[in-house]
């Protein structure tokens, strides 16, 4: 800090010249608002430290400072690991060498005594004046494969190398690409495959063995809480990177909290960019920016086809559902650091929606067919996709233009020797060359109107249209007949920056468990959860399936949603090893590695008690085939009472039983007939002809009782197991809290 200090009262540094404030409109050309400028000294992180020098001239006035804070404070820099790097469109000082062309002209160019490079690492970025340099993809992914191999020798149940493969090996490759953009697709569907092939088949990249699919990787991503396995859907984590970053920008428009916090200075020079691709666009237009149909061009990302850093930032958000009002009080999730805290920013002028932006407001909801250009029902309710009307209306900012708009090119229709004045005043709403194009050749203000002025404004709410007009009215009969544009006055940029706030405030993503996020609290996790909602789908049909083998009747929502919260809270309830938990979640996704499931092609095999599985072959081995009946048979002769198959599949505890002690029970049930139906394979395998069904029946039968004598032996009384008796089938409660295996007598 003091170095800092120091160097600001020597103007070391660089200034940046444009707005700090949020602004809804300006006129184009009017240049920027008199304003304080952005004045950056350092970066500063830890160890890491940039300082912004004007041009070459300063290098050598820095190093006199900095020798003159050694003597001061004994800190002195290391000339050896300092480079300098240029930015911008600056060109060498005088007398200075040539830009090196080649590697090791690089290395003896010097300013100064400090080498000149042409790219440079800070806080593992790269950064170049010519762009951002690719990181070597083939490493980072041969990194994370390497990374994968140690976990596959852990022996760790799926969900444990699921969470490893989120954890170890792909932190580079993440934190790469949140600043240099989606890997290449090659890549990335290798370490995809890589991931599926170490989660679901328990081998390390390079294994030469091979074993049957069993959970496809499309479906391993998620937390098990949910279904899923632990992995990390890389795809759709980088891009919840990104919407965070464009969600800091809109949250920018909100009142700070606290009011003299600094603004990060990437966020001033971001909303300049965006201003710079578009008169109109603020960063509120953010929230529905990148979402147009495939026939419409986006104006907002194809502003910037030089800079793929603003054309990821600003399509960013287009990755999660479009933002909707939020109707009920948010949810309070973890709130990620620098978040502000989200408010409401309330208007209390009807007259203030005069000044409320029509560009990209999630606030203005449109019919999914109206207007000249029809859009899907899938499309963005933007006004900004609108095909054309980014040209025709390219001064049209708010809704107050509109009206202005209506009011005079209704005048020249009824008018038609209108003067120069009210000409003027068309002219500086459409802009020149839309104003000569569409009403000078057309030759009809009232076509316009109807053909381009009115379905711009339909969508837009009546009470703010009303608004808007009767203050329009005012400024007219006040003698201010052309409109007053935010940013000409501070009042005027005042209520500009309040309705920005308004509208950032009013919206928020509908979350799929319920509950809605702000934009200021919007996080990576939830980010990448709103981002798979196709994965939830796909998890919930099969569960539907699974619950149809179970009755043989095609399943409720009712039953879908009571069997998915089942498994959450055995997840979150059942402390046990999760290799104990692994049956049961690949068998709801049909996920077993047996031929005939519905993820292998090919038509079932014969089992090994000499029967053809059926066209769910998992029925067969977890239900119908002696090795599962035998397993069943123990568990009913416990129970002292017939037992169904939806008391085993879909964890339905039976009258007597505890429901806790019942969850133990079904996953030491599923995983036993497993490790019977591959005892017997095995023993296939080794030419065991002879009693081959009877052995695995006897071990799957040893295995279930063995699983439940594991758990006793591991844990005193879990909570919510005091009121389970002593006596209580399979596991009991003593006195002391110790828990009992209870094995019925032969």
Request: net charge positive; charged share 15%.
């Amino acid at each position: 800090r003091a170095l800092v200090c120091w160097l600001q009262s020597r103007d070391v540094g660089i200034r940046l010249a444009f707005e700090h404030a949020p602004v809804t409109a300006r006129r184009p050309g009017s240049g920027p608002p008199d304003a304080p400028e952005l004045f950056l000294t350092a970066s500063l992180f830890a160890d890491d430290s940039k300082v912004f020098l004007e041009s070459d001239d300063q290098v050598q006035p820095f190093l006199d400072l900095m020798d003159t804070f050694a003597l001061a404070s004994g800190q002195r820099l290391n000339r050896s690991k300092s480079e300098l790097l240029r930015v911008g469109a600056l060109q060498p000082a005088a007398g200075a060498a040539a830009a090196p062309s080649t590697p090791s002209q690089e290395q003896q160019q010097q300013l100064a005594g400090l080498r000149v490079v042409s790219s440079t690492t800070a806080l593992g970025v790269t950064f170049a004046n010519t762009g951002t340099p690719q990181p070597d993809w083939g490493a980072l992914v041969g990194a994370a494969c390497s990374a994968y191999a140690r976990l596959a020798a852990t022996g760790l149940s799926a969900f444990g190398l699921g969470f490893g493969s989120a954890a170890y090996g792909v932190s580079k490759l993440l934190y790469a690409a949140e600043f240099s953009g989606m890997p290449p697709a090659a890549e990335l569907d290798r370490l995809q495959r890589c991931t599926a092939k170490l989660v679901d088949r328990h081998l390390a990249p390079t294994a030469r063995q091979r074993r049957m699919t069993g959970v496809p990787g499309r479906l391993l991503p998620g937390s098990p809480a949910g279904g899923g396995f632990g992995v990390l859907p890389l795809e759709q984590h980088i891009r919840a990177r990104w919407a965070c970053w464009a969600a800091r920008l809109v949250a920018s428009v909100l009142p700070q909290q606290p009011p003299q916090r600094p603004v990060p200075a990437w966020i001033p020079v971001a909303r300049w960019l965006l201003r710079s691709g578009h008169s109109c666009f603020t960063p509120v237009a953010l929230l529905t920016a990148g979402r147009g149909s495939p026939a419409i061009n986006n104006p907002l990302s194809a502003s910037y086809p030089d800079c793929p850093l603003m054309q990821r930032l600003v399509t960013a958000l287009a990755c999660l559902p479009i933002p909707s009002r939020m109707e009920q009080q948010p949810q309070q999730p973890g709130q990620p650091h620098g978040a502000q805290q989200p408010q409401v920013v309330q208007v209390q002028d009807a007259s203030a929606f005069y000044w409320m932006p029509i560009w990209g407001n999630p606030l203005i909801q449109r019919s999914a067919h109206s207007g000249p250009h029809a859009l899907g029902q899938d499309d963005c309710p933007s006004l900004e996709y609108w095909a054309g009307m980014t040209e025709f209306a390219s001064h049209l900012h708010t809704v107050g233009d509109l009206a202005h708009a209506d009011r005079w090119l209704t005048q020249m229709h009824f008018a038609r020797q209108c003067g120069e004045q009210c000409r003027t005043a068309v002219r500086d709403l459409c802009g020149g060359a839309a104003y000569q194009r569409v009403i000078h050749d057309a030759g009809s203000p009232q076509l316009v109107r109807n053909n381009w002025l009115l379905p711009l404004a339909q969508p837009v709410p009546n009470a703010w249209l009303l608004a808007a007009r009767a203050h329009a009215n005012i400024l007219a009969r006040d003698g201010a007949p052309s409109p007053r544009w935010p940013g000409d006055d501070a009042a005027a940029a005042n209520i500009s920056d309040m309705l920005l706030g308004h509208v950032v405030s009013q919206v928020g993503w509908k979350l799929p468990a319920g509950g809605c996020v702000p934009v200021a609290r919007l996080t990576v996790k939830l980010a990448t959860v709103l981002q798979m909602g196709d994965l939830y789908s796909a998890r919930r049909r099969l569960y539907a399936a699974y619950i149809q083998d179970v009755h043989g009747l095609p399943a409720s929502q009712e039953q879908v949603d009571d069997f998915a919260g089942k498994l959450k809270l055995v997840w979150r309830t059942v402390r046990w090893e999760n290799h104990q938990k692994e049956v049961l979640w690949r068998l709801a996704l049909d996920g077993v590695p047996i031929h005939g499931n519905s993820h292998v092609h090919g038509a079932p095999q014969l089992c090994a008690c000499g029967a053809l599985p059926g066209p769910s072959p998992r029925v067969h081995h977890f239900w119908s085939c002696p090795i599962a009946e035998a397993v069943v048979s123990e568990i009913a002769h416990a129970c002292d009472a017939q037992l169904a198959r939806e008391r085993l599949w879909l964890l339905d505890c039976p009258a007597g039983m505890h429901q806790p002690v019942w969850f133990v029970v079904c996953l030491a049930a599923l995983s036993a007939m497993e490790h019977g139906r591959r005892r017997a394979k095995g023993l296939l395998a080794a030419g065991a002809g002879a009693h081959v069904v009877l052995k695995a029946s006897t071990s799957a039968v040893a295995d279930f009782w063995g699983r439940l004598g594991d758990f006793v032996a591991q844990h005193d009384a879990p909570r919510g197991w005091e009121a389970v008796p002593a006596n209580h089938p399979f596991i009991g409660v003593t006195g002391d809290g110790r828990l009992l295996l209870n094995r019925p007598a032969v």
